[in-house]
């Protein structure tokens, strides 16, 4: 049987819409390799708040952008992330590094660093790839050759969110998404935009399950297509 040719999906949408539930589902069923971006921004910003890095000073951060080794395992199975050596996929999810990870990922010097990094791990997926992000399919990856966007209302993202952050207020976590969805979209760098050319898909009423089978249609056709 011949294998399919490789393909480069792009995942797209703000906090709590599903991207990372679906991108390593929609991965691991098409035998493709599976990054996050956002834990690579988290990572980064993780090693600055480690090593003590004014992050109220963007020149301060954009002066170490180059410092770290960030390195993404892409199995969607078990996506890792390393700095320098250490395992962080754990200390990257803390709710310090959560409320930081924006003012370091609007900083351009830090953007391209990331960026890099994320082209050559798509450009090198043999089988091709699934990368969620902000602005994958805007900025990183423009000629991927699917791109979804996924969205979902303020309230059933909440909901989500603090289902996942145990213990936490379904209204705070509202308030915490929509400041972050604004700082997103509105950074000079790359900010959080859907791509003229990608898929929407809204969430709110849809089942995770329904979701990936969506997905994973969509990939199908344009391989199909291809």
Known sequence: MESAPPVVVAIDGPSGTGKSSTSKAVAAQLALSYLDTGAQYRAITWWMVSNGIDLEDPSAIAAVAGKPEIVSGTDPANPTIAVDGVDVAGPIRTQ???????????????????????????????????????????????????????????????????????????????????????????????????????????????????????????????????
């Open 96 to 226: 310090e590094v959560t409320a930081k990870v924006s003012a370091v990922s609007a900083v351009p010097e830090v953007r391209t660093r990331i960026t890099e990094l994320q082209r050559s791990l798509a450009g090198s997926a043999e089988r091709g790839i699934v990368v969620e992000g902000r602005d994958i399919g805007t900025t990183v990856l423009p000629d991927a050759d699917l791109k979804v966007f996924l969205t979902a209302s303020p309230e059933a993202r909440a909901a989500r969110r603090s289902g996942e952050l145990k213990g936490s207020d379904v209204h705070s976590t509202r308030e915490a998404l929509l400041k972050r969805d604004a700082a997103d979209s509105s950074r000079t760098a790359s900010p959080l935009a859907k791509a003229a050319d990608a898929v929407e898909v809204d969430t709110t009423e849809l089942t995770l399950a329904q979701v990936i089978e969506c997905v994973v249609t969509l990939v199908q056709e344009k391989r199909a297509g291809q």
